[in-house]
């Protein structure tokens, strides 16, 4: 567990390199097909053949609910457990992980023993790394790969567009190709909407470390 930028996917992969286990991904995110830049989804290389569930699997046009994410993730647990590996379940979605825990549908408590591990890093720190990583994303392409599925009328409410870095780009898709702007206006408004970006994510940030003091706190769940 942690919020987005602490390093949680890193240091599911070194766990899983030195036990025997798969992963179950439970970003709201990364559980679609498509924009893995901005969804900064963990890449081949950086798997180590580590076996990853619930990535990149999914319509991006799909209403993927957390009780979805609950059935599809006790499939995948009880698969890696008959493969006599461990699943550790790695994401910065709180919702889906408190969904898969407290709901007693699952009955996740009864029917397995586990760990909660809060991946945590002091605000400032994090902030200034989610900047530099946003900048990281538009060098790597993500003005193109959001422009590759812009539609000026679409819903960015629904399904993979609601990603940070989506919503935040449509005033400037929808501006840089009219004959009335030239390239200083569109520069400004291309700043504009990466400063969104970065401004969203570090929102996203405090609401997701307010979710995991709450599980902690009145959940009393044992997180380490």
Known sequence: MGATGTGKSRLSVDLATHFPAEIINSDKMQVYKGLDIVTNKITDPEKQGVPHHLLGEFDPEADFTAEDFCYQAI???????KSGHIPIIVGGSNTYIEALVENPVFKFKSKYNCCFIWVDVALPVLHSSVSK???????????DEVRGIFVPEADNTKGIRRSIGVPEMDRYLREENKSNINEAAKQILLESAIEEIKLNTCKLVCC???KIRRLRNEKMWPIH
Not at 75 to 81: A, D, G, P, S
Request: proline content about 0%.
């Open 75 to 81: 499939f995948n647990i009880e698969y890696v457990l």
């Open 208 to 210: 997701q470390l307010e």
């Open 133 to 143: 990583r946003v900048d990281h994303m538009v060098h790597a392409g993500l003005v």
